[in-house]
């Protein structure tokens, strides 16, 4: 059984581009959690996705958008970025479903905005 | 607004004995509550769940407990092993016709051999 993974583990980028994170669920799971964590924070919800459309959604300005893929993997995408955007970006797969709360979590990546 | 706050960033104590791990809430509306642990380097690992309509569940040396009045659950972990030094983090879940997470700030545990 494949884990969570993330790409790129670690990446640098200058205020005002654009970047792609991605994501690959694990074996058998159909949604997709994306969470952003600030240096001594805890992860703070950006998005969730289920079946290729989005479930849900936090506190997080349009520049945030996200795709899952029919292989249930998926990608967060920030445009304009800012200095504050420089955090720790996880990535989490479940199985879905009301009853169901055990998230898989990636290993996450380290943006960095310069 | 902090609506999940851990309000102890870090707690010591010695292996073998309990280590309790606090958090309280503000929104009356969560209906699941989940503890996680983070070691460095790694994501979030789900260490254990509770309902709203319950007010404990056990796995193992993890338990949790939930005080709807007092809006505040906590996580036990008897007996306390050095392998469970980590970060732990409390978290609620929002249903309104989606879903949405809200993690507190974390604990930082050491387990002290």
């Known amino acids: 059984e494949t884990g969570v993974t993330q790409s790129p583990t670690h990446l640098i980028k200058t205020r005002g581009q654009q970047v792609t994170l991605r994501c690959s669920s694990q074996?058998?799971?159909?949604?997709v959690s994306w969470y952003q964590q600030a240096l001594g924070q805890g992860p703070q919800f950006i998005f969730q996705?289920?079946?290729?459309?989005?479930?849900g959604r936090g506190n997080f300005p349009p520049r945030f958008s996200g795709l899952q893929f029919p292989n249930y993997s998926s990608e967060l995408n920030v445009n304009a970025l800012e200095l504050d955007d420089s955090a720790l970006y996880l990535c989490?797969?479940?199985?879905?479903?009301?009853?169901?709360?055990?998230?898989?979590f990636g290993p996450g990546t380290r943006l960095t905005v310069l | 607004d902090q609506q999940v706050k851990q309000n102890s960033p870090s707690l010591s104590v010695q292996e073998g004995r309990i280590s309790i791990l606090n958090c309280d809430y503000t929104?009356?509306?969560?209906?699941?509550f989940l503890w996680y642990k983070k070691y460095p380097a790694e994501g979030p690992t789900f260490l254990i769940s509770?309902?709203?309509?319950?007010d404990k569940n056990e796995d193992g040396r993890f338990t949790v407990f939930l005080n709807k009045s007092a809006k505040h659950l906590s996580l036990h972990i008897v007996p306390s092993q050095p392998g469970d030094s980590a970060v732990y983090f409390c978290?609620?879940?929002?249903?309104?016709?989606?879903?949405?997470?809200?993690f507190g700030t974390g604990t930082r545990l050491k387990v002290l051999a």
């Open positions: 989490a797969s479940s199985l879905g479903g009301e009853a169901y709360n055990e998230q898989f």
């Open positions: 074996s058998g799971h159909n949604t």
């Open positions: 996705y289920y079946r290729e459309e989005e479930n």
């Open positions: 929104n009356s509306m969560f209906d699941y």
């Open positions: 509770i309902s709203s309509i319950k």
């Open positions: 978290a609620a879940r929002l249903t309104s016709g989606t879903y949405k997470y809200i």
